[in-house]
């Protein structure tokens, strides 16, 4: 049965034409604090604009919502940064992502801060809990969490389950090095157990596995491949491509040919993407890096777009494309500390950048 439905939610994503439906957003999950503080959005033309109904007019049709398990827990340094997504506020934005007529990526953690190839901390609930008792914690949290959203109904239509899982998840249990074979058992038990809740709870939705080493064939490929080999249950390979991180473009399109090749029945998305337009009160980057690989301008910022939305339109098994922290907007705030300035709202003024134009043309606006 469960087989069936899936099958079901796989041809009812197709378009009348044969292809696979594409789906474009981004992950937006600062959204309802932004809106706490009273943030002005504008449009092209300089006027205010309700944001999540703005992004529907841009052509956006899916919402990407990160959910940590406890991020009252989270360094004070995290919090700052936009640490704060529990489940209850998770539901709420959930629900408004609905109400503006757009569907739902639910990005689970597993953690209570930041999850990525550099640190994949274990829960403070989790942290005494041996390999099975781990597994056992994954699968009762994530159909939990599940359940929840399902009652308020806005059971999520894609699951991510784990965030940059490059390096593993929940260490050091399940830490591991990708293009290596030790301990994938007990990766893939993690992997098996959330999932394994996806299904039980969310039939028709499908299941995302992200990764960030899109530049790099070798990991990529050893990964997935290790997937395969230990019978995971997932729908989409999910990648992160930031090209100040990850190579070029046409680097990004051979490995995107190569994983059709190699995983034909994978749809693959761009789970998370963003660049540069300015290095003004960042934090973390210094001004004038990352310029070889574009200028560090707006106009650097939406010829990055327009770059990659046309190498990705050459692959058909590419179907999701997803902006990272599009939301960003310091225009009469203080939401989060220091400036990330790889958003698509101008930090000055709030207006929207021109890379938003460049970005809808990934499904032919």
Request: charged letters at 25%; a neutral charge; proline letters at 8%.
């Given at each position: 049965?469960?087989?069936l439905l899936?099958?079901?939610?796989l041809?009812?994503?197709?378009t009348?034409?044969?292809?696979?439906?594409?789906?474009?957003g981004g992950?937006v999950?600062m959204?309802?604090?932004y809106?706490?503080?009273?943030?002005v959005?504008?449009?092209?033309?300089?006027?205010?604009?309700?944001?999540l109904?703005?992004?529907?007019?841009q052509?956006?049709?899916?919402?990407?919502?990160?959910l940590?398990v406890?991020?009252?827990?989270?360094?004070e340094?995290?919090?700052?940064e936009?640490?704060c997504?529990?489940?209850?506020?998770?539901?709420?934005?959930?629900?408004?992502?609905r109400?503006?007529?757009?569907q739902v990526m639910l990005d689970f953690h597993?953690s209570?801060?930041?999850?990525?190839?550099a640190?994949q901390?274990?829960?403070k609930r989790?942290?005494?809990c041996?390999?099975?008792?781990?597994a056992?914690s994954?699968?009762?949290y994530?159909r939990?969490?599940?359940?929840?959203?399902?009652k308020?109904?806005v059971?999520?239509?894609?699951?991510?389950v784990?965030n940059?899982?490059?390096?593993g998840m929940?260490?050091?249990?399940g830490?591991?090095?990708?293009?290596?074979?030790?301990?994938?058992?007990?990766?893939?038990?993690?992997?098996k157990?959330?999932c394994?809740?996806c299904r039980e709870v969310?039939?028709?939705?499908?299941i995302?596995?992200?990764?960030?080493k899109?530049g790099?064939?070798?990991?990529?490929?050893?990964?997935?491949?290790?997937?395969?080999?230990y019978g995971?249950?997932?729908?989409i390979?999910?990648?992160?491509y930031?090209?100040?991180?990850?190579?070029?473009?046409?680097n990004?399109?051979?490995?995107?040919?190569?994983l059709n090749?190699l995983f034909?029945?994978?749809?693959?998305?761009i789970?998370?993407?963003a660049?540069y337009?300015?290095?003004?009160r960042d934090?973390?980057?210094?001004?004038?890096q990352?310029?070889e690989?574009?200028?560090i301008?707006?106009?650097g910022?939406?010829?990055?777009?327009?770059?990659?939305v046309a190498?990705l339109?050459?692959?058909?098994?590419?179907?999701?494309?997803f902006w990272w922290?599009?939301e960003?907007?310091?225009?009469?705030n203080?939401?989060t500390k220091?400036w990330?300035?790889?958003g698509l709202?101008?930090?000055?003024?709030?207006?929207v950048?021109?890379?938003?134009?460049e970005f809808?043309r990934?499904?032919g606006?």
């Open positions: 049965m469960r087989r899936l099958l079901i939610t041809f009812s994503a197709l009348v034409s044969g292809q696979p439906k594409r789906y474009l992950d999950s959204i309802p604090s809106e706490n503080q009273g943030t959005y504008k449009n092209f033309d300089g006027k205010p604009v309700r944001l109904p703005f992004l529907k007019q052509g956006w049709n899916m919402i990407r919502v990160r940590f406890d991020p009252q827990n989270a360094p340094e995290h919090k700052g936009g640490v997504q529990d489940l209850r506020y998770v539901t709420a934005l959930c629900r408004q992502i109400k503006s007529g757009m597993y209570d801060t930041w999850a990525d190839p640190k901390f274990t829960p989790w942290a005494l041996d390999r099975q008792t781990m056992d994954v699968y009762a994530t939990a969490s599940l359940l929840a959203l399902k308020a109904g059971v999520p239509e894609m699951i991510q784990g940059e899982i490059t390096n929940l260490w050091p249990t830490k591991l090095n990708p293009a290596g074979d030790e301990n994938w058992d007990t990766v893939t038990d993690l992997l157990a959330g394994r809740a969310c039939p028709q939705s499908q995302i596995i992200h990764t960030e899109a790099d064939w070798d990991v990529t490929k050893s990964y997935y491949q290790h997937l395969r080999r995971v249950d997932y729908d390979i999910g990648l992160s930031y090209p100040m991180w990850h190579g070029t473009i046409p990004l399109g051979e490995n995107l040919r190569r090749r034909p029945d994978k749809p693959v998305m789970v998370e993407t660049a337009y300015s290095h003004e934090p973390w980057a210094k001004p004038g990352y310029s690989f574009q200028e301008s707006p106009e910022q939406a010829a990055f777009t327009r770059e990659l190498e339109q050459k692959h058909h098994n590419v179907t999701g494309l922290f599009p960003e907007n310091a225009f009469g203080e939401v220091g990330l300035n790889r709202f101008d930090n000055h003024t709030g207006q950048l021109p890379a938003m134009k809808g990934f499904i606006l």
